[in-house]
């Protein structure tokens, strides 16, 4: 009987394990989830959210979503974990290669986080929330090349039964990038900042180390 693993490529298993030496901030739950099936012979998808718990928001927040968290809580008094960002992040490995990709893997990621009115107006955002990506992945030293994405500002207006419901104004990240090797622990590590810092999450203090995050093993999904 032919085992399953022995039709995955070495790389493909060497990035994997890459994956599972990454740790994240505690604000931030990682997960497995279902991989696209037809991108690439591989991959292997994770989902993340930023949960803050009310009162534990942090006080420096930043923007958006973690300073409105801030200010519900304060007001209300609510303990309940809210939702600040969310996101998804894609490895695809083609042992043939792509010349698109000008390589054999692939990194397509995805965050959408909710904005503060003044800051979804900015014409500049779409700037801002690329350069987040770029000194993520500049300040954890993940090499990469052929990188490209789009940013996408969502308005969100109800009307009807519903028109008493208050305009959202959200930011989505759509992004892609190549890898210089199959360890891509850097990568992930990258991403899971980039994240947070979607949520309005203050940067780490210097010296102060990521808890790495409980998380189902990345799998494989053979095409």
Not at 24 to 49: C, D, K, T, Y
Not at 128 to 157: D, Q
Not at 162 to 180: C, F, H, N, Y
Request: with cysteine; aromatic share 6%; net charge negative.
């Amino acid at each position: 009987m032919v085992n399953a693993l022995d039709q995955v490529p070495p790389a493909f298993l060497d990035a994997l394990g890459a994956l599972r030496k990454a740790q994240s901030r505690r604000e931030l739950r990682l997960a497995e989830i279902p991989a696209p099936a037809r991108l690439a012979p591989f991959a292997v998808a994770l989902g993340a959210e930023v949960l803050a718990p009310g009162a534990g928001t942090p006080a420096a927040a930043v923007h958006g979503p973690a300073r409105m968290a801030l200010a519900a809580a304060s007001a209300t008094g609510d303990d309940s974990e809210s939702e600040l960002a969310t996101g998804r992040f894609i490895l695809l490995h083609d042992p043939a290669g792509s010349e698109v990709w000008d390589g054999d893997f692939r990194i397509v990621t995805y965050i959408r986080a909710e904005l503060e009115p003044d800051m979804g107006n900015d014409e500049m955002l779409g700037s801002v929330a690329w350069t987040w990506l770029v000194e993520a992945l500049e300040s954890h030293r993940a090499a990469y090349r052929a990188a490209g994405g789009t940013a996408t500002r969502v308005l969100s207006e109800s009307f009807g039964t519903l028109a008493e419901r208050p305009g959202t104004i959200d930011i989505e990240l759509r992004a892609s990038w190549t890898p210089a090797s199959s360890d891509v622990t850097a990568h992930l590590e990258a991403w899971c900042d980039m994240v947070c810092t979607f949520a309005g999450l203050p940067p780490l203090p210097d010296g102060v180390t990521a808890l790495p995050q409980r998380r189902r093993n990345p799998g494989t999904r053979p095409g």
